[in-house]
């Protein structure tokens, strides 16, 4: 059972992500919040001979969740690629060249793409580069295949000058967004997006011709979309599977220009990530500041992988509107491991909201929340492990979880100096778990204490639940016990979630409170996995992520 590891650091080479896109004309305005949409200039926003504001697709879906429009050019430069297109192949694209406004069109045809490409360049908020697909006359996505693919030739030396290093580059990713060798070293790649998308087999059991000709094999560490660094980076509407990791961001303390902010990832479909027997790789693995994880399909990882569902070391992250199956733990929220100098000095860092999501886990292989910092042993004042934990407070509301296995923990909350608020969720213990506890206690150094602090609002669990198990008490403490609604039978849809009729989750939500009030619950995912506004029916809110 893997509860929390203990990983050697690794300097440079982890994680980062967070993001706002914004768009023009026929794009998507990739926004974090609804607010910032409304307060997004004119621009920028869908206008009436675009797009309606009220319509988007998602999926091939009509929804206004995401503000997707058509795949159609943009304000610079077209790219179309497919059959009888300007472009035959990903390969005759002059990705180092693209400029703002610019737009690569990917056609569907029956074959897949075979090719691997870097995205450097610097769009702008009214007119962002875009990678999109166009969907074939069933709605098929056209497939990006990095089993077999081939690098532009003239990508090679602006992976990197020196030939090792663009090895390293190109081993570890189908599409990087890094800036170019030739750029310098305060570059970095902006107002991007990529959408419409299958990205498929960028895993070490695939090779891929390199710039050079060389056939090599994916590395272990990587992903099928590789952030360096970038800013105002959108991924929505993809279909993501059988890599290393979907999608990988990565920030340090070089400068703000080495700090991925605003990365959005919003309404994809993860599946088959990880690396079996490894406990390194995720299906999303991000570190930035301004993360923002919604309306995805989270699927299971690759049988035997280790990893974790959601990682995330951001600051300012926001997980929302998620179906997210399986993993380690479904959302793993630790310290800032390779920019924690700026980390640290963000209020953001403390504060972290989850809401609105579905989560179906196994609770043998570990918690479903884990929240604070995954390394631990060290002192005060060290630049590692409990000194860089987030030491603030995880929001967690109006959630619905289903837990099976034998034994299920829900929060695994690393010391004492981190807080968890939790309200208006509903948590059902599927009968086979005999051990169904509310919280997992971590190993960690004098003079923190492991444990956290835990507080409950309204929330409906399985009646049976327990703070710890007997054998395996954890420090801390637990409050608002008495609030807690239960009963013995699971009173929501295993596939919906909606609330069942009659049940106690219907009208029984409590008001949220003023620390987010700038996260208004304005979306749940229907029985499809597609986001659709939220209602509000009879005398107030259901429990969890569904209303009725």
Known sequence: MRLVHSQPRRTGFWRSSGLVGASAGWL????ASAQAVREAPT????????????VVLVRGTSTTALGLTPCLPGRGTDHPVGPGQTHESLDTVPWESLRAGDTVRLFHREAPYRGKFLLAGQGTAAAPIRVCGVRGPNGERPVL???GATTRAALGPLYSSTPLYSHVHQDRSVIAIKPLSTQGWTAYPRHLQIDGLKITRGHPSYRYRTAAGVERAYAPFGACIWVERGQHITIVDNEITDCQMAVFSKSTDDGDFAVTRNLRIAGNRFAGHGIAGSWHEHSTYTQS???VLEFNDYGPLRSGALGNAIKDRSAGTVVRYNRIEEGAHAIDLVEAEDFPATALALPAYRSTHVYGNQIVKTGDTGSVIHYG????????GAGWGEPL???GTLHFWHNTLLLRGSQAWVFQISTTDERVEAWNNAIHFAPTVAQRSLRMGQEVAAPWVGGGVLNLGVNWISDGWQDSGPWHRVGGTLSGQYQVLGGPAQPFDAVSMQPLAGSALVDRAAVAPAAVAGHPLQW????SRRPVPRPVRGVGRDLGAVER
Do not use: E, N, Y
């Not at 749940?524 to 029985?527: I, K, P, R, S, V």
């Open 28 to 31: 998507l305005i990739g926004t």
């Open 43 to 54: 621009a920028v926003r869908p206008s009436a001979t675009t797009l309606p504001a009220s």
């Open 145 to 147: 295949d990095g089993s």
């Open 289 to 291: 500041v301004g993360t």
């Open 373 to 380: 910092g995954d390394h631990f042993g060290s002192v005060p």
């Open 389 to 391: 934990f987030r030491r």
């Open 524 to 527: 749940q995912l229907d029985a």
